[in-house]
């Protein structure tokens, strides 16, 4: 009898200690998400903090590229709102923007010159690393979380935890491609004026008209 009451408290103890083990475990993995993430949204809003400066920099210069602008400045305020994957979607595009801005800001070298431009671009290159480093370490560690919720013996106790799969903050693959800039879209395209070094347009030139042969 005396044996058969240890057996049944060495049974409820165990049992006991992995509910707290595991509880703990999750408690920790939820926590290292919830850090890692906090690190992502401090660089965005870093990089929503500069772009401004950025925009009030450049279009003095860039007279032409309203439409780029326009679209630098939508993105930004999509930084700050809405989901994991909103954030990551308005990130991803965001980056493609900004080179494509960039790659515009070669048509001008009083803007490359630019103490303050150079500075910025700096800056948003730098921000965008350290996002590039800390979502690494958030997919990672929301891995780790997505497992152990869904693995015994953590899928027994996240139900009652309310502990619900995290989404990862995705590159899409098309970032990873070369920058690809449509002037057609920036009022760059054929039949148009091309902005010259200090913002100047400059007339397309037009081939002679081939001599017409006279009859002999």
Do not use: C
């Amino acid at each position: 009898m005396v044996l058969l009451l240890l057996g049944v408290i060495v049974v409820v103890v165990l049992i006991l200690a992995t509910i707290l083990l595991t509880y703990n475990n999750l408690i920790a993995k939820r926590n290292r998400v919830q850090d890692a993430w906090a690190q992502i949204d401090v660089q965005l809003k870093r990089r929503y903090d500069l772009i401004p400066n950025l925009i009030e920099t450049v279009k003095g210069y860039m007279k032409y590229e309203k439409n780029v602008l326009t679209s630098i400045t939508s993105l930004r305020s999509q930084l700050v709102s809405g989901s994991v994957q909103d954030k990551a979607q308005a990130n991803n595009m965001l980056s493609q923007a900004l080179k494509s801005l960039f790659a515009v800001a070669e048509n001008y070298p009083d803007l490359k010159a630019s103490q303050t431009f150079q500075n910025l671009q700096m800056e948003l290159e730098n921000t965008e690393n350290r996002i590039s480093f800390v979502r690494t370490s958030y997919n990672d560690y929301v891995l780790d979380y997505n497992n152990a919720i869904q693995q015994f013996p953590g899928l027994m106790f996240s139900g009652m935890m309310h502990m619900d799969r995290q989404d990862f903050f995705k590159t899409p693959d098309d970032e990873r491609e070369p920058v690809k800039v449509d002037f057609s879209d920036m009022g760059l395209g054929t039949g148009a004026s091309t902005p010259g070094p200090a913002g100047q347009q400059k007339p397309n030139a037009q081939a002679p008209a081939p001599a017409k042969k006279g009859k002999k």
